[in-house]
């Protein structure tokens, strides 16, 4: 079993950044690759980045690219989300996963744990 708390999320204007945390606990971290997902308010969740066990490849939803970077610390257990040039369609409640492939995440599969989220609010 793992356990997944996110931080960081919050209220920012457009353009501003913001950098989400989650915390991993349980089962050796180092064994899973990582993703965010997002669910913005009457859509489905959706991908936005993740990273394999090394932190080695990462990948990441076209929307996202050149502004959120992923990365994680297996020495403190916790994966990253660093936001950049935030937009108002990037808000959205943002969730951390591990899983058995940072591939399969790109396609909403591979995950076996999920965090409860954090929201994260866009002003324009």
């Known amino acids: 079993q793992v356990q997944l708390v996110e931080s960081g999320g919050g209220l920012v204007q457009a353009g501003g950044s913001l950098r989400l945390s989650c915390a991993a606990s349980g089962r050796a971290f180092r064994n899973y690759a990582m993703g965010w997902f997002r669910q913005a308010p009457g859509k489905e969740r959706e991908f936005v980045a993740a990273i394999v066990w090394s932190g080695g490849v990462t990948y990441y939803a076209d929307s996202v690219k050149g502004r959120f970077t992923i990365s994680r610390d297996n020495t403190k257990n916790t994966v990253s989300l660093q936001m950049n040039s935030l937009k108002p369609e990037d808000t959205a409640i943002y969730y951390c996963?591990?899983?058995?492939?940072?591939?399969?995440?790109?396609?909403?599969?591979?995950?076996?744990?999920w965090g409860k989220g954090t929201l994260v609010t866009v002003s324009s």
């Open positions: 996963a591990a899983g058995t492939s940072a591939q399969a995440m790109v396609k909403m599969g591979g995950t076996d744990y």
